[in-house]
């Protein structure tokens, strides 16, 4: 139940296409779900985040849309560019007293020139 | 404002040593959390520090230990270590009863 299963394992897509990323979970309490972004060598960055109350949020290229009925959220990045190429892992976390975020297993994504 | 730091970058050590692992939270934040990202994995949450105590822990054996500092740094300890503790260690701060974390950029130790 506390699994976050994410797909694809990896991607290519043109640059300027809409590459799309999608997790599921089971864990009902879970009622916070970032995205994180991470650079070979580096550490994960946040890129966005989203709770169950709402459907869709969007902050520049980045959309997150969440189907809380489904227990699905994706990930959609516009107009995709070379500079974002890296490994995209989606998160969730719920009210346990104590923030532990449950990763998925990332998602890298290769956006050719 | 500074962001998470980590320290060192990089280890090498060799079965059964023990290593410490340093990390000092974003400037503000009062907790810390620790967590083991293996090769082509996600992070594994080992465990978290608020106020000095742990108040959460993953699934980790108790080789794996922890502190955290008045100034909210934060040492993560492992004991008698095995190869497959070789991963990336990484730190994330988040201020207090906030659910958005921070993350450094994470120590690599490979165990041989």
């Known amino acids: 139940q506390q699994q976050v299963k994410q797909s694809p394992q990896s991607l290519i897509v043109q640059k300027g296409g809409i590459p799309i990323i999608n997790c599921a979970y089971e864990?009902?309490?879970?009622?916070?779900f970032p995205w994180y972004q991470q650079f070979p060598g580096k550490g994960p960055a946040l890129l966005i985040a989203?709770?169950?109350?709402?459907s869709e949020k969007k902050e520049g290229r980045f959309t997150i849309s969440f189907n809380k009925s489904a227990k699905q959220f994706s990930l959609h990045i516009m107009d995709s560019q070379p500079g974002d190429s890296a490994t995209y892992f989606c998160?969730?976390?719920?009210?346990?007293?104590?923030?532990?975020?449950?990763f998925g297993t990332g998602t890298r994504l290769l956006v050719s020139p | 404002e500074t962001g998470v730091t980590q320290s060192p970058t990089h280890l090498i050590k060799t079965r059964g040593q023990q290593v410490t692992l340093r990390c000092s939270s974003q400037?503000?934040?009062?907790?810390v959390s620790w967590y083991q990202q293996a090769l082509g994995q996600g992070p594994q949450f080992i465990f978290q520090?608020?106020?000095?105590?742990?108040?959460g822990r993953g699934n980790f054996p108790p080789r794996f230990s922890g502190l955290q500092f008045p100034n909210y740094s934060s040492e993560l300890n492992v004991n008698a270590l095995e190869l497959d503790d070789s991963a990336l260690y990484l730190c994330?701060?988040?201020?207090?009863?906030?659910?958005?974390?921070?993350f450094g950029p994470g120590t690599r130790l490979l165990v041989l």
């Open positions: 989203i709770r169950p109350d709402v």
């Open positions: 994330a701060s988040s201020a207090a009863g906030l659910e958005t974390q921070y």
């Open positions: 864990n009902t309490a879970f009622d916070y």
């Open positions: 520090y608020y106020r000095e105590e742990e108040n």
């Open positions: 998160a969730a976390s719920g009210n346990t007293g104590f923030q532990k975020l449950v």
């Open positions: 400037s503000g934040h009062n907790t």
